[in-house]
């Protein structure tokens, strides 16, 4: 079974950056999409930046440009470096994998992190 251990949330102010990391442990060879949601109050979870089981990388629109997401196979960590943050990005971000087939999708996900609060003033 997945394991999902999200860190790196905290509080900035426009403009600036922001590293979360995921620890994934269980069978993430079976995963059909790994990465980041968020889900901001009031409002539903969307997905945010995505490996999927081709290991292609997939933004949200609103990213533009202002956010990587890498992974490394040996530590089992999924990374999302969070660079000119806007008050808008302000959520609880979620780390999900995904085992079914079909597109990366909150729908979709099998397994969800407890997330962790990332929050910036402006």
């Known amino acids: 079974q997945e394991h999902l251990k999200e860190s790196g949330g905290g509080s900035v102010q426009a403009g600036g950056s922001l590293r979360l990391s995921c620890e994934v442990s269980?069978?993430?060879?079976?995963?059909?999409?790994m990465g980041w949601f968020r889900q901001a109050p009031g409002k539903e979870h969307e997905g945010v930046a995505v490996f999927n089981n081709n290991g292609e990388r997939t933004y949200a629109g609103f990213v533009n440009g202002r956010f990587v997401i890498s992974r490394d196979f040996a530590k089992k960590t999924v990374d999302l470096r969070m660079d000119n943050l806007k008050p808008e990005d302000t959520a609880m971000y979620y780390c999900?994998?995904?085992?079914?087939?079909?597109?990366?999708?909150?729908?979709?996900?099998?397994?969800w992190g407890r997330g962790t609060q990332v929050t910036v003033s402006s």
């Open positions: 999900a994998v995904q085992q079914k087939y079909g597109p990366c999708s909150r729908l979709n996900v099998d397994f």
């Open positions: 269980g069978y993430t060879e079976s995963s059909t999409c």
